[in-house]
């Protein structure tokens, strides 16, 4: 078991005992705030366990249920916060239209409840720290939320120390208790309508998980960027045009954009990706030439010319066009390789040949290199440049 799955089951058990002791002091004390009390520690059992169940089910998947069953959490939760509700209607009802009880054991409870703030604190203070450590939103809200429960048997506690002088002071410690119960409930069920909904992130996770993906230097625009909460995880699409042109360079890129996301935000469960090249104005083609008049070679390594031009997109102009020596036509050895290696570094799209390589090492390089190789039948540069 991972340490955060750990730490939010150890929260469960907390507040599960607390529950039990609470529900106890209830029963002999009479009082209605503790019984609000140990209600409020019961919506604080049902907030914990939601994380721990959502990430054990949310692995689950099957031909049914490709997308896994992360939303299972949210659903769990809108039926857990509509049922702390109405205990918290019947508590409330309870409360106000029945006479003011006399509590008693006062003197009892009061001692126990106060001992509950020791283990409280402690387990607080150590959430905190693990939550740090394991840079884990959930668990930190869920470690900031003790201080409320601090307070809460704080409010019970002084009711209970009034009610001997004061009747109604326990109805309005059970008041404000349940006041503190309807806020956590709410949240809860806010927070699951908006990711069964869909809803993006916050804005700080969306403006982090922005940042970590522009901060490639290969990202040449964010077109678009969405992060969705699904149960407790996040999914992020995001569509970037890439300034590399090769397709294998591109994924890898894609791959390091995933693991960076992953790295700066907690509990990302899917990062995926659309890229496109950067939009091009230009295209560059090139072929080998037999002469400076313009005559296509049937060889490729050793042609003594090279012909590069490149043509608009936008209208089919001819913008730049140059014809070079071949500077490896005296090489000895795997000039066409050399030749192939000039026309990549010179960045071209589209190179035409006459003859086929089938299987040399230009066509592995071109290849490699994302350039497209077109076989032509036509004898002239002028022709290759009205295609
Ligand atoms: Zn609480």
Redesign the pocket.
Known sequence: MDNGKRVALYSVAVNVALTIVKGWLALISGSTAVLSEAL??L??VVGSLSVWIGIKISRVRSPQFPWGLYKVENIAAVISALFIFLIAYEVAKDAFTSEAKEVVNIGRSIVTLGFLMVPVLLFAQYERKKAKELNSPSLLADAR??V??II?IGVVICGLAASPYFPFADKISALIVII?VLK?GFEILRDSIKSLLDASVDKETLKSIRDTVAGFEEVSEIRALNARNSGSFIFVHADIRLSSTRLKEAHKVADSIEEAVKEAVPFIERVSIHYEPIKKELTRYAAPLANKEGNISPHFGSAPFVAFWDKRLSDDVIVNEEIIENPFLKTEKGKGIKVAELIVDKKVDIVYIKESFSGKGPEYLFSDAGVEVSKTDLKKLSQLKEK
Request: net charge negative; hydrophobic share 25%; charged share 20%.
């Open positions: 409020h520690s919506t604080d939320h003790w409320t429960d809460s503190i956590v």
